[in-house]
């Protein structure tokens, strides 16, 4: 398996513009996180997923964010309108649902709206 | 969720042992703790995963006292390569908890 694949890798949009990024999880793997990565805030967890199903979005900062997960291999974070304190690394993990796994991370995703 | 307490940093030099402990007081019994690393520009990766005494692996080993209120990272024989940051993360199924991140320890190997 490629590992969990994010894209794009870097984006540099306008303030106001529509921002989508893209996560394919490892095949088999039941659970998707998205995180946010700045240097004052650490990593965030934004929302997470579990066969498909958001089942908490509490880490999601406004409304202006929004996730989905369509199948068991994609999901979307959309940031719209973006704003310049949006700018951060965005990362996607998945795992599986047993006790003792681990959740493997993408590259991640450097977002910068000027 | 168990709350997670570590140094924000440590500096240590080359082929040195570096212990990296972290403080989990209200951990619960079906918890696990997992701890995780980080290079610049990249994904946190996993590393090494207990539930109690010791767990060892070709990276790390991972001590953990009989209350388990806390538990040690130890990296043997550091080098440059090593400098990273060090997330220490406590919880079970992931229906009860989520793979929630501190603030991590900053580890900086000198030569």
């Known amino acids: 398996d490629a590992g969990v694949i994010q894209s794009p890798r870097h984006e540099v949009t306008e303030m106001g513009q529509e921002v989508t990024l893209r996560c394919k999880p490892i095949s088999g793997h039941d659970y998707l996180f998205w995180y946010r990565q700045t240097m004052m805030r650490g990593l965030e967890l934004l929302i997470y997923?579990?066969?498909?199903?958001?089942?908490?979005d509490s880490g999601m900062p406004e409304d202006r964010f929004s996730a989905k997960m369509p199948n068991a291999s994609f999901s979307t974070l959309k940031i719209q309108p973006s704003e310049p304190r949006d700018s951060a690394v965005y990362f996607c993990a998945s795992t599986q649902r047993t006790e003792n796994t681990e959740a493997f991370f993408g590259q991640g995703t450097r977002l910068t709206v000027v | 969720l168990a709350k997670t307490t570590q140094p924000i940093s440590m500096d240590s030099y080359e082929g040195q042992e570096v212990n990296i402990t972290c403080s989990h007081n209200?951990?619960?019994?079906?918890?696990?703790i997992t701890w995780y690393q980080q290079f610049p520009s990249q994904g946190p990766r996993f590393i090494i995963q207990g539930y109690k005494t010791k767990v060892t692996n070709e990276v790390a080993s991972l001590f953990i006292p009989a209350d388990r209120k806390s538990s040690t990272l130890s990296l043997p024989r550091v080098s440059l390569s090593d400098t990273a940051v060090y997330y220490c993360l406590v919880g079970g199924f992931w229906g009860y908890s989520t793979l929630t991140f501190g603030k991590g320890t900053m580890l900086l190997v000198s030569p």
């Open positions: 209200n951990i619960a019994t079906n918890d696990y």
């Open positions: 997923f579990n066969n498909n199903v958001p089942i908490d």
